[in-house]
C-alpha cells in the first residue's frame, strides 16, 4: 500500500501562537488529502478537504481563519493552526487519496498539546 | 448528510471467542465501505474494503465482512480471536458522490483476554 507521513507526531506550544503540521504522500501523488481531527477515545471527525492548487473546502463547523491548509503540490499538504487555544490540542490525522487504488491512505498523525 | 452507526462501543472478549462488529451506514445511493483498524498508539490500517462485486470480502488477519444492501450493513467478522487483536475498530464509508470523503463511525473497543 502507500505510505503517508506526517511531521511533526508531537508538538507543545503556547496558547497564541501557530503550529504547522506537514502532510506528505511518500511513493504516491495525492491530487486530494483530507485533515481529520480525533479527540482521545472518539472517531475521527472530517475538517476539511485539500485539493492540490485549489482552496480546502472545510466541513460545516471547522473554522477556515484557524485552520489553514495549503496543498501545494502533489505529495504535499499543511495544516496551520493559528493562534491556538488549549482546546485545540488533540490528535490531527490527514490521508491521502490514492487514486489507483480508490482509497485513502493515513498518515500516523500528530498530536498536538497547547499549554 | 450520511452518517455511519456502529453499535457496539465496547466489546470484551477471550482469545478463541468469534467476533461480530455491527456496522450499519444511512445512504442510498451507490457506497464504498471500509473497515480500519488503530492499533494502541498506532495509525490507522485498512483490514478490508467493499466497493462492488462479492458482497462478502477477505481482509487482513483473518477478518472479513459481509455487505447487505437491503440492510444498510457492513460487519465485519472474525471467527476467532487473538489478544493481538485489541484495539479501536472504525468502519466507514464514501459514495461515489462525494470525491472519496470518508464519514466514519464512531468506533468500536476491542479488548482481547488472554
Known amino acids: 500500500g502507500a505510505v503517508v507521513s506526517q511531521h511533526p507526531s508531537w508538538v507543545i506550544c503556547k496558547s497564541g501562537t501557530s503550529v504547522k503540521i506537514e502532510c506528505r504522500s511518500l511513493?504516491?501523488?495525492?491530487?486530494?488529502m483530507f485533515w481529520y481531527r480525533q479527540f482521545p477515545k472518539q472517531s475521527l471527525m472530517l475538517m476539511a478537504t485539500?485539493?492540490?492548487?485549489?482552496?480546502?473546502?472545510?466541513e460545516q463547523g471547522v473554522e477556515k481563519d484557524k485552520f489553514l491548509i495549503n496543498h501545494a503540490s502533489l505529495t504535499l499538504s499543511t495544516l496551520t493552526v493559528t493562534s491556538a487555544h488549549p482546546e485545540d490540542s488533540s490528535f490531527y490525522i490527514c490521508s491521502g487519496l490514492a487514486a489507483t487504488y480508490n482509497e485513502q491512505f493515513f498518515g500516523p498523525g500528530t498530536r498536538l498539546t497547547v499549554l | 448528510a450520511q452518517s455511519v452507526s456502529q453499535h457496539n462501543h465496547h466489546v470484551i472478549l477471550s482469545e478463541a471467542a468469534s467476533l461480530e462488529l455491527g456496522c450499519n451506514y444511512s445512504?442510498?445511493?451507490?457506497?464504498?465501505l471500509f473497515w480500519y483498524v488503530q492499533y494502541p498508539g498506532q495509525h490507522l490500517q485498512l483490514l478490508l474494503k467493499y466497493f462492488s462485486g462479492d458482497p462478502l470480502v477477505k481482509g487482513i488477519k483473518g477478518f472479513e465482512a459481509e455487505f447487505i444492501k437491503s440492510k444498510f450493513s457492513f460487519n465485519l467478522r472474525k471467527p476467532s480471536v487473538q489478544w493481538s487483536d485489541t484495539a479501536e475498530y472504525f468502519c466507514?464509508?464514501?459514495?461515489?458522490?462525494?470525491?472519496?470523503?470518508?464519514?466514519f463511525g464512531d468506533g468500536t473497543t476491542l479488548t482481547v483476554k488472554p
Open positions: 485539500s485539493n492540490e492548487g485549489s482552496k480546502a473546502t472545510y
Open positions: 511513493d504516491f501523488q495525492a491530487t486530494t
Open positions: 466507514a464509508v464514501t459514495h461515489n458522490t462525494n470525491a472519496g470523503k470518508s464519514t
Open positions: 445512504y442510498g445511493g451507490t457506497v464504498n
